[in-house]
């Protein structure tokens, strides 16, 4: 929890109790309908901690029809939704291995006019752009999960600033 802590220097912190997968996917529209083109959305944490849902819910706040809906890019690394108000790149990190890393161009995204979420972040650490939005996931129940989002940069503080006001810690 390093990340977290790190926090307290150069980000904006708050935390979110879901309760239920429809919770988590919930704060994905809340945060997908504040997005803009070129924004980077880093998510860490548990197997089955409710990335991928969190990113379906994002992908419905930027008005991605519900029946395109994201699944887990697990094996196919990056899925590309462009039903929305701006594309959304969906890249999955977590069976990648250094070296295949450099092969599949992901820093081009980061650039790109999309959205970029990222699960399994922790893989490109440093890299990450400097101005976004962490998500770390933690499973603490069969249905109990700790959202902790991190925003860097001031359009990210101020869209935590706003999550904390809505009811977030
Ligand atoms: N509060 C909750 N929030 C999110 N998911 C929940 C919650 N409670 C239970 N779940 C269940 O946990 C699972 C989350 O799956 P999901 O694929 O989103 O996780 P993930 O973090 O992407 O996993 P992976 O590491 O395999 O990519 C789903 O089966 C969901 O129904
Ligand atoms: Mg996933």
């Known amino acids: 929890m390093e990340r977290i802590a790190a926090a307290k220097r150069n ?33 860490t944490g548990d197997m089955g901690a409710g990335k991928t849902l969190f990113t379906r819910g994002i992908a419905e706040g930027l008005g991605v029809p519900r029946g395109q809906g994201v699944r887990s890019p697990t094996f196919t690394l990056v899925h590309e939704y462009n ?18 890393l450099e092969e ?32 770390v996931l933690v499973r603490e129940g069969v249905r109990r999960r700790r959202l902790v989002l991190v925003g860097y940069g001031r359009r990210f503080h101020l869209l935590v600033k706003a999550l904390a006001m809505r009811g977030g810690r």
């Open 83 to 100: 039903k929305g108000r701006h594309p959304i790149y969906h890249i999955d990190l977590y069976r990648l291995r250094g070296k295949e």
């Open 104 to 135: 599949v161009g992901w820093e081009e995204y980061l650039w790109g006019e999309g959205v970029t979420v990222i699960e399994a972040a922790e893989k490109i650490g440093q890299r990450l752009p400097e101005e976004r939005l962490d998500v």
């Open 11 to 43: 980000g904006k912190k708050v935390t979110v109790i879901s309760t239920s997968p429809a919770e988590t996917q919930r704060l994905g529209v809340w945060v997908g309908r504040r997005l803009k083109a070129g924004d980077v959305i880093s998510l």
